[in-house]
Structures are given as structure tokens and as C-alpha cells.
């Protein structure tokens, strides 16, 4: 964890609890941060503006204000491969 001034800024795989995993990102805004949490072996994502719509689900399909809309399309792909490798689903 860094620290400047009175802010806390997580390393990109912090332990916040043995169920909560987060994942950071840039492309919507920097430090975005993706959540994963493990329920009774069942996983769930919380992608925040990352996905923000079912219809934002292909990768080149972003939000207007990203901060960085060529490096939001790897890391949405990049979601939708880990996510499809966990289903045993391809895209």
C-alpha cells in the first residue's frame, strides 16, 4: 500500500479478505478498481465501469469518457477471456 498525504492506494492484488480479490485498472479511470468475490465456491465480479451495460460487453464498445479507450479494450478482452476460461466458454 502507498500513502501520500492523508490517501491510501492499494497494490494491485491487496488482501482485503480471503473471499475479496481486486484488480486494478487504467483505461475508465486510473486505479479503477475490479472486485471478485468468492461465495460458497461460487465467483462473483463486480466490474463497475468496465462494463457498464450488457450492450458494452464487446471490447471496442466503451464509454465515452474513458481515460484511455485503446487500453480499456485489452483489459475488458482480457476479463472476458478469464471470465470464459473460469465457464469453459470461448469467444
Known amino acids: 500500500m502507498q500513502e501520500i ?8 492484488a491487496p ?3 480471503p473471499a475479496i ?7 475508465h ?19 463497475a465501469d468496465l462494463f457498464p451495460s ?3 460487453l464487446p471490447p471496442h464498445f466503451n464509454m465515452g ?9 485489452d483489459e475488458k478482452q482480457h476479463s472476458l477471456e478469464r471470465a470464459a476460461s473460469k465457464m ?3 469467444f
Not at 5 to 12: A, E, T
Not at 21 to 27: P, R, V
Not at 36 to 44: L, M, N, P, Q, R
Open 5 to 12: 498525504g492523508h490517501l491510501k492506494f492499494l497494490d494491485d
Open 15 to 17: 488482501l482485503f479478505h
Open 21 to 27: 480479490n481486486f484488480e486494478s485498472g487504467n483505461g
Open 29 to 47: 479511470t486510473e486505479g479503477m478498481l475490479n472486485s471478485t468475490i468468492d461465495y460458497k465456491g461460487t465467483k462473483v465480479c463486480f466490474v
Open 54 to 56: 450488457m450492450h458494452h
Open 65 to 73: 469518457y474513458d481515460v484511455q479507450p485503446l487500453k480499456i479494450m
Open 88 to 90: 469453459d466458454v470461448s
